[in-house]
């Protein structure tokens, strides 16, 4: 490493920009995590897979795993014969990208060990850098992932880059550590003049100063540095959304969250649960900083009604609109993931206003499937028939 690219990176530039860039918000990535396991379970049995396309949708299953864990999703997809365990075969999934979250994508590039980089390597070579200006290769690169918040790892993707812009523009830096270093200023210089919250915005001259010598301890024209500016001033950098997962903003704008007490099922015994209500689910944590929810009841076939309690006040229930259980699961005392086993969820709410909301924003998020009705009939016909 040359010591302007280590002197660059001793700075402290790399905390102050990655705070800007990479923030996101704190995303729950796991209390789908519980669902998506009952979800895959049923399509192991039979009943969730479609039966003239199963490999669609085991290629969803395994999109829905990656945005959850990309090393998992990984692993399922090469298990179901979906993906080639090879670098290249990864590559072309990850940069084709569809139904993928672009912040699993960098988490996954980033990874240190050796197939990862092979995986990365793969990837950046995927993309042709050949006659652009390094503004609009890094427009190009950073539109296919989101960096991760690892220094680490933002230090070998973006080392990559360097290597692959260089080896398609030879003419234009010295070195590919050149290319490093001022990709970084570039990325500094878009946090600077884009982001609010910086309120010295760097000059022109600043940019100019920051960058001297960095070409084997040479001055890069001036002209080149004045037209990466302009660019950067005239049109931030774009980035990616997380997309591709239909569940991952699921907790961002719930129908309605708040405290309830829960009554248990087998104990009758109340505890305290942080519920979220939103995609036609009601989760339920322990606590509000918990990655994966205690429980997961999707609305389907149930109903909602006020009830009088000797114990609690502002209380109702969730009930089977059949004889069986309500379909949920929840995670037991070891942390797995069990079948729920609930005719009805009592809630106690803090006051009678809030009990009437709960109330009201579960009877929007109900859906009906004509389905359990149909089997609720069939059912009871075999019991008649049986009992005479």
Known sequence: MSRFRFGFLRI???????????????????????????????AVGGAAVSKSNPKSKQMSIGRKKFNMDPKKGIEYLIDHGLLKNTP???????????????????????????????VLDAFVCLHDFTDLILVQALR???WSFRLPGEAQKIDRMMERFAHRYCELNPAIFKNPDTCFVLSFAIIMLNTSLHNPAVKDKQTIEQFIAMNRGIDNGDDLPR?????????????????????????????FNPDREGWLMKQGGR??????????????????????????????IPLENIEVREVQDRNKPNCFELYATSTDF??????????????????????????PEEKEEWIKCIRQSISHNPFYDMLAKRKKNIQKNSSR
């Open 326 to 351: 309500i379909k949920a699961c929840k995670t037991d005392s070891e942390g797995k993931v069990v079948e729920g086993k609930h005719t009805v969820y009592r809630m106690s709410a803090a006051t």
């Open 88 to 118: 290249e075969d990864i590559a072309q999934f990850l940069h084709k990208g569809e139904g993928l979250n672009k912040t699993a994508i960098g988490d996954y590039l980033g990874e240190r060990n050796d197939f990862n980089q092979s």
């Open 140 to 142: 190009q690169f950073l």
């Open 223 to 251: 002209e080149l540095l004045e037209s990466l500016y302009e660019s950067i001033k005239t049109e931030p950098f774009k980035i990616p959304e997380d997309d591709g997962n239909d569940l991952m903003h699921t907790f």
């Open 12 to 42: 402290g530039f790399l905390g102050g920009f990655l705070g800007a860039l990479v923030s996101r918000a704190a995303m729950r990535r796991g209390p789908v995590v519980a669902f998506l396991r009952v979800l895959e379970s049923e």
């Open 267 to 296: 104990y009758k015994s109340w505890k305290r649960r942080w519920f979220i209500l939103n995609d036609n689910c009601l989760y339920y944590f322990e606590y509000t900083t918990d990655k994966e929810p205690r429980g997961i």
